[in-house]
């Protein structure tokens, strides 16, 4: 049986990122998963992390053979323990939406990056496509409802409406504590979740900023790959609840309004099984006169 080592990776070994054929073969743990750290653009194409137990990086986890360990340290330039490395290799807590692990990390000494962009949210992803000037976005809570869209006078920046969304992997879950009930959130998983996939313009991120509350440390950007009809689409957009916790029944005009919205989008057996979570989670049953 060949020895499988964890690596912990946040560049350019991530799924589609350029380098990601030298790990495409291997078991992936996590697409969605952090450990301590900051991160860092080099100018050179890919980014650097060093240590830091006050922030986060965010990258994929994986079981890699020595072989493929081999290839990484080559690629990153790391000969041994006490060399003249580029990024040396270290082991790390990296923590998962159902475990947490220890893996190998490869980082920056934390004299270099002092001269570099410090890169945004932790993410390399979101630090290359954020700046695209379209973007698809896949909705699975509130937002597949226009109501508040509406509200706000923004309706007009939410009328691409591509279709239903399958994303693979995940769960819809509500980890998300606020003063009157839980908020919806993506958690790993081995079903799928459904939602509502929009093209945007880069603009409309001002909006989903604020009403997802990213500068103030409750939601993240992340990037999903989301099926549409018989496509997978690559790096879409959506948003994840940074600190998660216990699951947390929703307030019934939040829980309406994700009803509302996914109603004729999602297949009639994934809404149906939203219906059915919330009143086996939460013993909320809804009234269909309601919508």
């Given at each position: 049986m060949k020895k499988l080592t964890k690596v912990f990776v946040y560049g350019t070994l991530r799924q589609h990122e350029t380098n990601h054929y030298l790990i495409k073969d291997a078991r992936c743990l996590s697409r969605q998963c952090w450990t301590n750290g900051i991160l860092y653009d080099t100018g050179f194409g890919y980014p650097a992390m060093i240590q830091n137990s006050a922030k986060r990086v965010y990258g994929e986890l994986y079981e890699v053979t020595s072989q493929q360990l081999h290839r990484l340290d080559q690629l990153e330039g790391y000969r041994g323990e006490g060399e003249d490395n580029h990024y040396e290799r270290i082991t790390q807590v990296v923590h998962t939406d159902y475990d947490t692990f220890e893996a190998y990390v490869y980082v920056y000494p934390s004299s270099i990056p002092t001269k570099l962009d410090e890169i945004k949210y932790g993410d390399w992803k979101c630090y290359c496509y954020l700046k695209?000037?379209?973007?698809?976005?896949?909705?699975?809570?509130?937002?597949?409802?226009?109501?508040?869209?509406?509200q706000a006078g923004i309706a007009n920046q939410f009328e691409r409406v591509i279709g239903r969304g399958i994303a693979k992997d995940f769960s819809l879950a509500f980890t998300?504590?606020?003063?009157?009930?839980?908020?919806?959130?993506?958690?790993?998983s081995t079903e799928s979740a459904e939602g509502k996939v929009y093209l945007i313009n880069r603009a409309t991120l001002t909006y989903l900023f604020r009403r997802e509350g990213v500068n103030i440390g409750i939601y993240?950007?992340?990037?999903?790959?989301?099926?549409?009809?018989?496509?997978t689409y690559s790096n879409?957009?959506?948003?994840?609840?940074?600190?998660?916790?216990?699951?947390?029944?929703?307030?019934?005009?939040?829980?309406?309004?994700?009803?509302?919205?996914?109603?004729?989008?999602?297949s009639s057996s994934y809404y149906q099984k939203l219906v059915d979570d919330l009143e086996s989670k939460f013993g909320m049953r809804p009234f269909e006169e309601e919508m």
């Open positions: 695209q000037e379209e973007l698809y976005y896949f909705a699975y809570g509130s937002c597949m409802d226009t109501e508040r869209f509406q998300r504590k606020a003063h009157d009930g839980g908020r919806a959130d993506l958690i790993e993240r950007p992340a990037f999903i790959d989301v099926k549409i009809e018989d496509k879409v957009l959506t948003f994840l609840v940074i600190d998660k916790e216990e699951e947390l029944a929703p307030p019934e005009k939040y829980m309406m309004e994700i009803l509302r919205g996914s109603k004729g989008v999602v």
